[in-house]
């Protein structure tokens, strides 16, 4: 997997991307959810906060990826030298007690895992996390919301590969024969507003790897 890049740097890549094994039968497709990408959101928050000790992690233990989530994001976390506690909600009736739960293991910071769940709640998990004055990194819908960071793929690029699914198989090609498209391009989008307001100060070297910098 790619880690964030700049716009420039992400336009030289071969927008092809690395393919996948082929799925047989009649299917194919695009894949873009791993635990190395949600980790990565675990690197970015240390190298924005060096002095993070503890970061909490916001899952739905539901989703069946999340041991392959927590797996990955313990090995990155022993590499940074931090701690991280999971912290479950199944229903958004559960948020506000688990921000409780977060401020009062005073964790330094906040990852959101990727769910449909989460992701249809985006804009009252950035409230609770500005509430509680708790630095959040998640996805593209949180930071639209009004959260702090997002890193996720560039799903824009991602849909516009389903074209070439389209052309090749109008063409003649099984789907089957077509091996899955992985995803190499990803987005770093950093809110300067809701850094303003926790009263952070992002490091001149996160921001120049930003894609986009809302203001």
Same mark, same amino acid.
């Given at each position: 997997m790619t880690t964030a890049m700049s716009k420039a740097r992400a336009s030289s890549l071969n927008?092809?991307?690395?393919?996948?094994?082929?799925?047989?039968?009649? @299917?194919?497709?695009?894949?873009f959810f791993g635990p190395d990408i949600i980790a990565k959101r675990l690197e970015l928050f240390k190298e924005?906060?060096?002095?993070?000790?503890?970061?909490?992690?916001?899952?739905?233990?539901?989703?069946?990826?999340?041991?392959?989530? @927590?797996?990955?994001?313990?090995?990155?976390?022993?590499?940074?030298?931090?701690?991280?506690?999971?912290?479950?909600?199944?229903?958004?009736?559960?948020f506000g007690q688990a921000f409780v739960a977060i401020a009062k293991e005073r964790a330094d910071a906040l990852v959101i895992v990727d769910d449909g769940m989460l992701i249809s709640h985006a804009s009252q998990i950035s409230d609770l996390a500005q509430k509680h004055r708790l630095p959040a990194i998640g996805f593209k819908e949180y930071v639209q919301a009004g959260g702090l960071m997002s890193y996720s793929v560039d799903h824009l690029r991602l849909w516009r590969h389903t074209a070439v699914f389209?052309?090749?198989?109008?063409?003649?090609?099984?789907?089957?024969?077509?091996?899955?498209?992985?995803?190499?391009?990803?987005? @770093?989008?950093?809110?300067?507003?809701?850094?303003k307001a926790l009263g952070l100060t992002i490091p001149p070297a996160v921001l120049a790897r930003a894609d986009q910098v809302m203001e």
């Open positions: 927008t092809d991307g690395p393919r996948g094994a082929r799925p047989g039968g009649n @299917l194919t497709g695009s894949t924005t906060l060096p002095n993070a000790s503890l970061i909490a992690i916001l899952i739905n233990p539901a989703n069946r990826a999340m041991p392959a989530v @927590l797996k990955e994001m313990s090995t990155r976390a022993r590499a940074l030298g931090v701690k991280i506690r999971s912290e479950e909600v199944r229903k958004p009736s559960e389209v052309d090749k198989i109008l063409h003649g090609a099984s789907p089957g024969d077509l091996p899955i498209y992985q995803a190499t391009h990803f987005e @770093l989008i950093i809110n300067l507003k809701t850094a």
